[in-house]
């Protein structure tokens, strides 16, 4: 008998109810597990809906409204990746995916694809609530105070970023990034010619504690490289620094 994919429910911590309930797609084709989830999630402050093919996950991604989307690798009608690689070409919506537990494979491609984060099958349902926290936590979307004060628009070379908004423009044009993708590259910004340990990003941007096992933030900087490409003058935007980490090169003329 396989073992449960999500924990018990037992001694589960209520929350104070929030004004504004993150709201949760979850595509997955165990049913049980979908209703499981999306009780104890309801106890964390999520409201969920639940679709149980990758069509259906499609469609009501597409449709838009929702937080966070939480998508399995294995659907009946299809692959979640190929649910995702349709989601990413209109949304930034952050999407966690679910993945066999070591299978490197699948995680390593979600990460291409443009997934925020995974969490492996078996998962423990605390484990889930707090990537699903940590990923809405990124994203600013349901922040608990209100800045007093609009953030400073961030300007490098050919680069706006705006934090409220959460939008960056390139020569005026609006580039699509995922909420990862838009901290990794808010961070590089401010600190622009300055270089920036994997230590650091990994805590500040994916709000994980760091492993040197861990590999996500490469495959984000390399999704990140690839939508920035190359500065005017063809030099890198993004420099590996060798056995330390990474530095947003100011431009040159």
């Known amino acids: ?97 679910l993945t066999a537990k070591g299978d490197s494979f699948d995680r390593i491609l979600g990460l291409e694809l443009g997934a925020d984060d995974y969490v492996p099958k078996p998962f423990n349902s605390r484990e889930l609530s707090a990537r699903i926290s940590a990923i809405l936590r ?4 349901h922040s608990l105070s209100i800045a007093s004060q609009r953030p400073a628009t961030v300007k490098v070379g050919d680069l706006e970023l705006d934090p409220s908004g959460r939008a960056v423009t390139m020569e005026g044009q609006e580039l699509k990034l995922t909420s990862a993708e838009f901290d990794l590259l808010r961070l590089f910004l401010e600190s622009a010619g300055e270089v920036l340990s994997r230590e650091m990003l990994v805590e500040q941007v994916l709000d994980k504690k760091y492993s040197p096992f861990e590999r996500s933030i490469e495959f984000h900087i390399s999704n990140l490289r690839r939508k920035l490409g190359p500065q005017k003058n063809g030099r890198e935007r993004i420099r590996s620094v060798r056995g330390t980490g990474y530095l947003y090169a100011w431009p040159k003329a």
């Open 1 to 97: 008998m396989q073992a449960s994919p999500i924990a018990s429910m037992e001694d589960t911590a209520m929350r104070v109810p929030n004004s504004t309930r993150p709201t949760l797609l979850l595509i997955d084709d165990d049913r049980e597990l979908c209703d499981l989830v999306s009780r104890y999630l309801a106890t964390e402050g999520f409201d969920s809906t639940a679709v149980h093919t990758g069509g259906e996950g499609e469609r009501a991604a597409l449709a838009g409204g929702f937080d966070l989307i939480v998508l399995d690798v294995m659907l009946p009608d299809c692959k979640g990746f190929d649910v995702l690689r349709e989601i990413r070409k209109s949304l930034t919506t952050p999407v966690l995916m």
């Open 138 to 141: 990124r994203s600013e979307r």
